[in-house]
């Protein structure tokens, strides 16, 4: 009987981590609101120092890329 345990948290295991590793990662646009530079990261910001401007988050960096662009914020910077 001690198999069956093994082998069903072996599959429980193999789960999560696929279910992990396909998590999507999101992109946002920030501002450094001491030096006014825009960059890229991939979490939320969530100090006072660092905010978002973009209007959204983007699926992938080229997109973010591309938003940051069309930000009048940035586009100064």
Not at 50 to 57: D, F, R
Request: aromatic share 6%; proline share 3%.
């Amino acid at each position: 009987m001690g198999g069956k345990y093994l082998i069903a948290a072996a599959l429980v295991s193999a789960y999560a981590a696929t279910a992990s590793a396909q998590a999507t990662t999101e992109y946002y646009v920030v501002q450094d609101s001491a030096t006014k530079k825009c960059t890229i990261v991939d979490k939320k910001p969530t100090t006072s120092t660092i905010v978002q401007v973009g209007p959204m988050a983007f699926k992938t960096r080229t997109e973010a890329e591309a938003g940051m662009k069309t930000i009048t914020v940035c586009s100064s910077n």
